[in-house]
Each structure stands twice: as structure tokens, then as C-alpha cells.
């Protein structure tokens, strides 16, 4: 049986559809699932394998990307979600869906709302819409496995997308138990600090975190918009490696 994925979509995402082709086309049967249907039990997450958070702006991003989201799952969907990620099922955030898992507390560990980790403005200033290059950082995340070191184009659409830390002892917690699943890097394959290779000037060059298990990865750039040939916009001229295999490790995950 293919493993059933839930996109959770509400008013602002605008990322659902293609998170929804990429795990089809991974092998997954995916499902459009608005949070409404959950909170007044019309569906529920127990039928459910991947449930997926995509990008956009979740209510207008009105007071800080994901926050209004994050809130409404944690008042009025938390023990679903906590009985989902207590079965060992899997979790992926994207760009705000990123953001709406750290301020839930679910990444990088079991915390109190944006506690010990946030996302916060970018170092430019600005929105940053752009291809960038990263780095798969060796973890115990499922998403990941078999990809290590492997290097991947994805675009990066965010405002919000400077991963930071409480203090020092936190970002070493992070390091030493290998949180880190992605990481920008320069053109030189380096992992970088520097812009625009690091489009936000994020801790440890973070792109992608996954919490203990590694069942729950947070991603800021968009792997779902690098699935097919033609959506690098130099696909006519160099060769660029597809971000499937994580959505196929996924849906394997089940298999």
C-alpha cells in the first residue's frame, strides 16, 4: 500500500500543490487536507503517514511567519499531532512550514515555544527569491538517508529564514548530536557564512534541521519546486541533480 501524506493547507499557503506532485511522484497517495477538517474532525491524523507543512504565508505571516499557525495546531490540534509523532510517523516543514514547527516547539527538540531556536529576519533585509546550493549534513533523519554529502539546487523564498540560537550551549547541543541536514555552501562547495551563498545569514550555515528521531525535518529552501528537469532555470545547459530522493526516502520509510 502507498503511504497516505496529508498537506495541511489553510488561508496563505500557496506551496500545497507542489509538495503534493512531489510526494506522488515519489510514490506516495497524497491528500489535500484543510486544518478546518482536522480541528472540527472531519479528517484525522491517525490515518495519515507524512503529514506536510507547506511554504507561503499562513494567515499573512501578520505577526511572525508560521506564528498564527503554529498557534492554532498547539491549542487545537496538539494531542493529534503528538499521538502522530508518538507512532513514529514522519513530518516535513517547508519555508513556513518551517517556521510553524519551531515556533510549535517540535524542532530541533521538545521545547516550549521558540524557547532555545528561532527563525527571524535575514541578514539583507529583504525577501530573498533566488536558487542556492546546499549540502546534505550527516543525521539520523529519515528524509536524508543515503544522501550525505551530496550537494542540491533549491530555490529560497523567505523573509524569515535566519536560523538562530539562544546561546552558545545550544548551537553546540545542535552540532553534536548532528540536528544539522542541510547546509548552504558557496561555489566552491564550502559550507558558508557569507552572502548571498548564505541567503540569511543562518547559524551553522543552516538550511534544514530534524529533531531527535529524526522523523520531523525543517526545511527552508523548497526541494518540492526541484523535482523535475525543467524547473532549474539552467536545465537547458548543466545538469542538475532532482531533490526526489527525499521525498522517496520518505514514502520508502513505509514500505
Known amino acids: 500500500m502507498k503511504p497516505k501524506i496529508a498537506i495541511l493547507r489553510t488561508d496563505g499557503t500557496n506551496c500545497d500543490e507542489e509538495l503534493f506532485y512531489a510526494f506522488e511522484k515519489a510514490g506516495g497517495s497524497s491528500e489535500m487536507v484543510h486544518v478546518n477538517q482536522l480541528i472540527h474532525k472531519e479528517k484525522d491524523l491517525k490515518n495519515y503517514q507524512i503529514l506536510g507543512l507547506p511554504g507561503g504565508f499562513s494567515y499573512g505571516d501578520d505577526i511572525l511567519s508560521g506564528k498564527i499557525l503554529a498557534n492554532e ?67 539520523n533523519c529519515v528524509f536524508s538517508r543515503g544522501l550525505e554529502n551530496m550537494i542540491f539546487d533549491m530555490p529560497v523564498a523567505h523573509g524569515e529564514g535566519k536560523f538562530v540560537v539562544k546561546n552558545k550551549a545550544v548551537g553546540q547541543k545542535i552540532i553534536d548530536n548532528n540536528h544539522t541536514v542541510l547546509q548552504y555552501i558557496n561555489d566552491k562547495e564550502k559550507v558558508s557564512m557569507s552572502y548571498p551563498f548564505n541567503p540569511n545569514g543562518s547559524f551553522h550555515s543552516i538550511a534544514g534541521i530534524t529533531d531527535i528521531s529524526g522523523h520531523i525535518l525543517g526545511i527552508m529552501p523548497h526541494p518540492e ?21 527525499l521525498f522517496k526516502n520518505a514514502v520508502t520509510y513505509f514500505k
Not at 527563525?119 to 546550493?133: T, V
Not at 519546486?225 to 530522493?245: G, I, K, M
Request: glycine share 4%.
Open 73 to 139: 495546531l498547539r491549542h487545537r490540534l496538539k494531542s493529534q499531532l503528538d499521538a502522530f509523532i508518538a507512532e513514529k510517523k514522519l513530518m516535513i516543514g517547508i519555508c513556513n512550514g518551517f517556521q510553524t514547527l519551531v515556533r510549535m516547539g517540535y524542532l530541533p527538540w521538545n521545547m516550549k515555544p521558540a524557547e532555545e531556536v528561532s527563525l527571524i529576519f535575514n541578514d539583507s533585509g529583504h525577501f530573498e527569491c533566488r536558487w542556492i546550493k546546499v549540502r546534505v549534513a550527516p543525521s
Open 225 to 245: 519546486r526541484n523535482t523535475l528537469s525543467h524547473h532549474h532555470p539552467n536545465w537547458r545547459s548543466q545538469r542538475v541533480r532532482l531533490c526526489n530522493a
